[in-house]
T-cell receptor
Framework: DTEVTQTPKHLVMGMTNKKSLKCEQHMGHRAMYWYKQKAKKPPELMFVYSYEKLSINESVPSRFSPECPNSSLLNLHLHALQPEDSALYLC????????????????FGEGSRLTVL | DAKTTQPPSMDCAEGRAANLPCNHSTISGNEYVYWYRQIHSQGPQYIIHGLKNNETNEMASLIITEDRKSSTLILPHATLRDTAVYYCIVSGTASKLTFGTGTRLQVTL
């Protein structure tokens, strides 16, 4: 199984809603990532978890709250988002081979397309 | 991380080799060259990476110049399914990839 599964594929939410994006992998990877991709732009790194601990936060606003409940799951909790947060949210995973970092391949999911009204 | 420069777009005839260039003149000695591609509406897909030596796998070959200031990704026999945006990324770790604007490769009949 070399898949990273993201749910839901599409999500529409209002600015006062609380919702969550979910990501799951069963490849035994101990690093998991959230990227954000706005339309016609490249993906941008948001968070990195390594061994279920947050290791990189790219100065993401607190309305985005990541959670890694176990080595296979990664959540992104959303609250009080703005319309400009509408984007494709990509999850990825990888092996860890250099301390808490990786040097090899990242496996990406298909993404969750978020629309904030 | 070092900045990369790629042509915004390229065309390639199906069945021919696609050679995608990348300049990374400020690369540091411990930084890898990674290539990913993103087919429309899908997540990025890893292609290949290297540090100093040329690399080959079932998808592509990566040629890195001796001074490491540039590299070329080679898709030996491009097909229509290879139409995608190709990203060249230079980083000391895969845990912190900074995607640039990439090269949009269009494979045509």
């Amino acid at each position: 199984d070399t898949e990273v599964t993201q749910t839901p594929k599409h999500l529409v939410m209002g600015m006062t809603n609380k919702k969550s994006l979910k990501c799951e992998q069963h490849m035994g990877h101990r690093a998991m990532y959230w990227y954000k991709q706005k339309a016609k732009k490249p993906p941008e790194l948001m968070f990195v978890y390594s061994y279920e601990k947050l290791s990189i936060n790219e100065s993401v606003p607190s309305r985005f709250s990541p959670e890694c409940p176990n080595s296979s799951l990664l959540n992104l909790h959303l609250h009080a988002l703005q319309p400009e947060d509408s984007a494709l949210y990509l999850c990825a995973s990888s092996q860890v081979d250099m301390g808490f970092l990786s040097t090899g391949e990242l496996f990406f999911g298909e993404g969750s397309r978020l629309t904030v009204l | 991380d070092a900045k990369t420069t790629q042509p915004p777009s390229m065309d390639c005839a199906e069945g021919r080799a696609a050679n995608l260039p990348c300049n990374h003149s400020t690369i540091s000695g411990n930084e890898y060259v990674y290539w990913y591609r993103q087919i429309h509406s899908q997540g990025p897909q890893y292609i290949i990476h290297g540090l100093k030596n040329n690399e080959t796998n079932e998808m592509a070959s990566l040629i890195i110049t001796e001074d490491r200031k540039s590299s070329t990704l080679i898709l030996p026999h491009a097909t229509l399914r290879d139409t995608a945006v190709y990203y060249c990324i230079v980083s000391g770790t895969a845990s912190k990839l900074t995607f640039g604007t990439g090269t949009r490769l269009q494979v045509t009949l």
